[in-house]
């Protein structure tokens, strides 16, 4: 895998999240197992905590949430990471990557989150037991995509909240880089998050769930959206407010693995 030396990353740490804020571990450590297991939790757990500590406080349509717990001896067990599998965004990638794969035949890993008290090699280790349980509960599932994302990103007030990632962790689980995914325009809100692009189109287009989107984003400090006005129109008014901001986005990079 070619890292374009634009970017300026540090391949010696492993990224990591707390609050909503991106922490990291040298990359040389080693991962303590012996007081940590790994199940499948139910989706209002997984949500909860990849929307406290990770900076999109996003979750993804999940099919199947694994979370790593920490057991220590004296001390109430703790969740302290979750892999989500979910449904990629169009019914076009599972197909693109796997030759023609059925969609419903592939997920993709669309959130890693650790807590940073997890040394580094966690995440392999971590990794292993989570693909052991999604085997497990859809043996039909043969390929699993992920992506990670170089560019960083700033809040509103031009405060890093995250650096760029380039995959490390899935190019050390034996992820098969596939290159680069489409460039496209995002817009991040205030805090430094992408907006949700399936989140916008069901307001735009006056779909199931738009209530719930526009509930999140006037949650989050939108402007009201005005008596009468469409979906549509009040995403454009809060873009020219500068609630929304569009940025130019070269893709992110993508890894695959193939299921046996």
């Not at 969609?103 to 966690?122: F, H, S, T, W």
């Not at 859809?138 to 405060?159: K, Q, T, W």
Request: hydrophobic share 40%.
């Amino acid at each position: 895998m070619v890292i374009p030396a634009q970017l300026g990353l540090d391949l010696r740490q492993c990224q990591r999240w707390s609050r909503g804020r991106d922490r990291y571990r040298p990359a040389g450590e080693l991962f303590d197992p012996r007081h940590s297991g790994v199940e499948v939790i139910d989706a209002a757990a997984a949500k909860e905590f990849v929307r406290i500590n990770h900076y999109s406080a996003s979750f993804p349509a999940s099919r199947l949430n694994v979370g790593i717990f920490l057991r220590e001896p004296f001390r109430a067990e703790e969740l302290c990471g979750v892999a989500v599998f979910s449904v990629p965004m169009s019914n076009h990638v599972i197909p693109r990557y796997f030759d023609g794969l059925d969609p419903n035949r592939g997920v993709e890993l669309g959130r890693l989150v650790l807590l940073d008290k997890l040394a580094a090699n966690a995440e392999t280790w971590f990794l292993k037991r989570a693909f052991r349980a999604l085997r497990h509960k859809f043996p039909e599932v043969r390929g699993v995509i992920a992506y990670s994302d170089p560019l960083p990103r700033h809040n509103r007030d031009g405060i890093l909240v995250k650096k760029g990632h380039i995959g490390t962790v899935y190019n050390a689980f034996s992820g098969v880089f596939r290159g680069r995914s489409k460039a496209r325009t995002l817009l991040l809100t205030p805090a430094g998050g992408v907006a949700n692009e399936r989140s916008l189109s069901k307001l735009r287009n006056g779909e199931r769930g738009a209530d719930g989107v526009q509930r999140d984003l006037e949650r989050t400090g939108a402007s009201a959206r005005a008596f009468g006005e469409s979906g549509r129109d009040w995403l454009g008014r809060l873009v020219a407010e500068g609630f929304l901001r569009p940025v130019a986005h070269p893709g992110n990079f993508c890894f695959s693995w193939t299921l046996r």
